[in-house]
C-alpha cells in the first residue's frame, strides 16, 4: 500500500474559510484574524501565499523551517514571509494569536509612500530567515490592545479606519531602528520582478506544494512562473523542483534518526513511494540501501 503523507495547509486560505474560527476583519486585499488554537493537531505542514504578522496573546507556538526554529510566547510578534513551514502548538498551553495577512503590493507602495517620511535605515539587501523576530514596544504593545476588541464589537468598524490602523502598525514597525532586518528585505519586494523567483524557489522547494502554488508565491500566473523559471534556471520547474529535493533528501538520510517516510516528507514528496523510485531512479541506488552503504562506511 502506498503511504501517502499528509498535505500541506494554506494557512491565508484556512483563515479566509473558517470564520467560526478565525475572527475576521477585512480591507480591501488585507486580512486581520484573531484565533484560539486552529489547529487540528499539534503540528502542521502549512504554508501561505502572503507574508503575515503574527502576535501572540496567550500561549506559545514554534515554526520550524529546516534546519531552524523559532519559539514565540506571549507578548511576542513576528513576521513571517510568505512560504511553507511547520507550525506547532505547545501542549498544555492555551494558544491565542493575532495575524494580519499583507500582500507583497500593498507592501510595496506602503513603501513607496512611506520613504518620504521614514529616515532610511540600512536598506542593502540580504539574507533573512522566513521568520523574522519583532521589537513589541510600549507603542506596539498598545497598537496590539487597540485593535484586540473590533473582532468582537457588533458594529465592525469602516474600511477606512482598519486601514488607517493597517497603516500605524506598518508605520510603528519600520520606524523601530531594532527591526531593520525586516526593512532590509521589504525593501528587496522594490526589486525588478524577475529577481524575485529565486529566494522564493530556494527557501521553499522542500515543501510538497503544486507548481500553481510556486506561482501564487511569486505573484505571477503559471505560465509567466515557467517561462519566467526557464530562463532564470535554464531548466523546467518541475524537474529542477525533482533534483533539487532529491539532493536534500540525500543529506537528510545521513540523519540515521530520522525514517525513510520523515525523509521523503521534508523533501517535499507526497508518498514513500514516489519518493523511493525516484531516488533510485536519479542516483541507481533506493534510500535504504544508499543510508546501509554509508553506515557501513562510516559516514554517518
Same mark, same amino acid.
Given at each position: 500500500?502506498?503511504?501517502?503523507?499528509?498535505?500541506?495547509?494554506?494557512?491565508?486560505?484556512?483563515?479566509?474559510?473558517?470564520?467560526?474560527?478565525?475572527?475576521?476583519?477585512?480591507?480591501?486585499?488585507?486580512?486581520?484574524?484573531?484565533?484560539?488554537?486552529?489547529?487540528?493537531?499539534?503540528?502542521?505542514?502549512?504554508?501561505?501565499?502572503?507574508?503575515?504578522?503574527?502576535?501572540?496573546?496567550?500561549?506559545?507556538?514554534?515554526?520550524?523551517?529546516?534546519?531552524?526554529?523559532?519559539?514565540?510566547?506571549?507578548?511576542?510578534?513576528?513576521?513571517?514571509?510568505?512560504?511553507?513551514?511547520?507550525?506547532?502548538?505547545?501542549?498544555?498551553?492555551?494558544?491565542?494569536?493575532?495575524?494580519?495577512?499583507?500582500?507583497?503590493?500593498?507592501?510595496?507602495?506602503?513603501?513607496?509612500?512611506?520613504?518620504?517620511?521614514? $529616515?532610511?535605515?540600512?536598506?542593502?539587501?540580504?539574507?533573512?530567515?522566513?521568520?523574522?523576530?519583532?521589537?513589541?514596544?510600549?507603542?506596539?504593545?498598545?497598537?496590539?490592545?487597540?485593535? $484586540?476588541?473590533?473582532?468582537?464589537?457588533?458594529? +465592525?468598524?469602516?474600511?477606512?479606519?482598519?486601514?488607517?490602523?493597517?497603516?500605524?502598525?506598518?508605520?510603528?514597525?519600520?520606524?523601530?531602528?531594532?527591526?531593520?532586518?525586516?526593512?532590509?528585505?521589504?525593501?528587496?519586494?522594490?526589486?525588478?520582478?524577475?529577481?524575485?523567483?529565486? %529566494?522564493?524557489?530556494?527557501?521553499?522547494?522542500?515543501?510538497?506544494?503544486?507548481?500553481?502554488?510556486?506561482?501564487?508565491?511569486?505573484?505571477?500566473?503559471?505560465?509567466?512562473?515557467?517561462?519566467?523559471?526557464?530562463?532564470?534556471?535554464?531548466?523546467?520547474?518541475?524537474?529542477?523542483?525533482?533534483?533539487?529535493?532529491?539532493?536534500?533528501?540525500?543529506?537528510?538520510?545521513?540523519? %540515521?534518526?530520522?525514517?525513510?517516510?520523515?525523509?521523503?516528507?521534508?523533501?517535499?514528496?507526497?508518498?514513500?513511494?514516489?519518493?523511493?523510485?525516484?531516488?533510485?531512479?536519479?542516483?541507481?541506488?533506493?534510500?535504504?540501501?544508499?543510508?546501509?552503504? +554509508?553506515?557501513?562506511?562510516?559516514?554517518?
Amino acid at each position: 500500500m502506498v503511504q501517502t503523507l499528509v498535505g500541506m495547509i494554506n494557512y491565508y486560505k484556512n483563515a479566509c474559510t473558517q470564520p467560526e474560527t478565525f475572527k475576521q476583519l477585512f480591507c480591501k486585499e488585507l486580512l486581520f484574524v484573531y484565533y484560539d488554537c486552529p489547529l487540528g493537531s499539534n503540528r502542521q505542514d502549512s504554508w501561505s501565499e502572503l507574508n503575515y504578522i503574527l502576535y501572540v496573546v496567550t500561549g506559545k507556538k514554534v515554526f520550524y523551517a529546516h534546519p531552524k526554529s523559532w519559539l514565540i510566547g506571549e507578548g511576542s510578534a513576528v513576521f513571517v514571509k510568505k512560504g511553507g513551514c511547520i507550525l506547532e502548538k505547545i501542549q498544555g498551553e492555551d494558544l491565542c494569536l493575532m495575524a494580519f495577512f499583507i500582500p507583497d503590493n500593498y507592501i510595496q507602495s506602503f513603501l513607496i509612500e512611506s520613504k518620504l517620511r521614514i $529616515q532610511p535605515f540600512d536598506y542593502l539587501p540580504e539574507k533573512s530567515d522566513i521568520v523574522i523576530p519583532l521589537d513589541v514596544n510600549e507603542t506596539m504593545l498598545a497598537f496590539y490592545n487597540s485593535v $484586540q476588541p473590533y473582532f468582537s464589537a457588533v458594529v +465592525k468598524p469602516p474600511e477606512a479606519l482598519l486601514e488607517l490602523k493597517f497603516k500605524e502598525l506598518l508605520f510603528n514597525i519600520i520606524a523601530n531602528p531594532k527591526n531593520v532586518t525586516l526593512v532590509n528585505y521589504l525593501n528587496t519586494l522594490l526589486l525588478p520582478q524577475a529577481n524575485t523567483i529565486q %529566494p522564493i524557489v530556494e527557501a521553499n522547494f522542500c515543501y510538497n506544494l503544486s507548481l500553481q502554488d510556486y506561482a501564487a508565491l511569486c505573484n505571477r500566473s503559471l505560465s509567466s512562473f515557467k517561462r519566467d523559471f526557464q530562463t532564470h534556471y535554464k531548466m523546467p520547474p518541475a524537474r529542477w523542483l525533482l533534483q533539487k529535493r532529491l539532493e536534500f533528501a540525500k543529506q537528510l538520510l545521513l540523519y %540515521p534518526n530520522k525514517t525513510i517516510v520523515d525523509v521523503a516528507f521534508e523533501s517535499g514528496f507526497e508518498d514513500c513511494s514516489h519518493f523511493s523510485h525516484s531516488f533510485k531512479k536519479h542516483f541507481t541506488i533506493s534510500p535504504l540501501k544508499y543510508r546501509q552503504d +554509508k553506515l557501513a562506511s562510516g559516514s554517518v
